[in-house]
């Protein structure tokens, strides 16, 4: 159980652009999500934590007008990259957390993003 | 501030044993989670403790000593598909997890 899935896994944009990434918890309700981004070779980064039918909160220097972060359901987040940028190139991964859990995470499988 | 540490990278042979250390400065501790992650890939599940002492889940064992701030996973038996980064992550007390920057495991035959 407690599998998340992201949507694409990959996929390569044109500079100026918007790019949708959904994640989706399918065999549990996600009360809390979260998006991470990682640059090769670093740690995660975590970008903001969505909780189902609120604003999402966002990690300082993250721009939420650049990365829009909608979590209409409990098993449905989207993370928006608008008007990419080539340094918005990056692997991002959502993570979901439901209730009754001992708080673990449960990893997407990752989005790569390449903007040219 | 908050802050975890581990080594960047380490070195093991196949069929040996490698201690993966973390010590973590965190405002609040709701728990200690170990990740693997392939390149590539998203992390996956290790281990989680929060309570003092050592957890043992086959060839992994994760311990952990909330005084010290420490905390290490040993993995036994090595194999080749062990090699990946280690990812050390403590919850804080608004349960947000800080992430450390990962240690890379490389095995050698």
């Known amino acids: 159980g407690a599998v998340v899935s992201q949507h694409p896994s990959w996929v390569i944009c044109k500079s100026g652009t918007s790019v949708k990434i959904e994640c989706r918890s399918l065999?549990?309700?996600?009360?809390?999500m979260f998006w991470y981004r990682q640059f090769p070779k670093q740690s995660l980064m975590l970008m903001a934590t969505s909780n189902e039918g609120s604003k999402a909160t966002y990690e300082q220097g993250v721009e939420k007008d650049k990365f829009l972060i909608n979590h209409a359901s409990l098993t449905l987040s989207t993370l928006t990259v608008t008007s990419a940028h080539p340094e918005d190139s990056s692997f991002y991964i959502c993570?979901?957390?439901?209730?009754?859990?001992?708080?673990?995470?449960?990893f997407g499988p990752g989005t790569r993003l390449t903007v040219t | 501030g908050q802050n975890i540490d581990q080594p960047t990278e380490m070195t093991a042979t196949e069929g040996a044993i490698v201690q993966i250390n973390c010590t973590y400065q965190?405002?609040?501790?709701?728990?200690l989670f170990w990740y693997q992650q392939h390149a590539g890939e998203a992390p996956t599940f290790l281990s989680y403790?929060?309570l003092d002492g050592l957890e043992e889940k086959g060839r992994f064992s994760s311990f952990l000593s909330r005084s010290k701030g420490y905390s290490y996973l040993l993995l036994k038996e090595l194999q080749m598909k062990d090699s990946a980064s280690y990812l050390c992550?403590?919850?804080?007390?608004?349960?947000?997890?800080?992430w450390g920057a990962g240690t890379k495991l490389i095995i050698k035959p």
């Open positions: 403790n929060v």
């Open positions: 993570s979901a957390r439901g209730e009754g859990f001992s708080y673990e995470q449960y």
């Open positions: 992550a403590v919850m804080d007390s608004n349960y947000q997890l800080i």
């Open positions: 965190t405002s609040g501790f709701n728990g």
């Open positions: 065999d549990f309700q996600a009360t809390t």
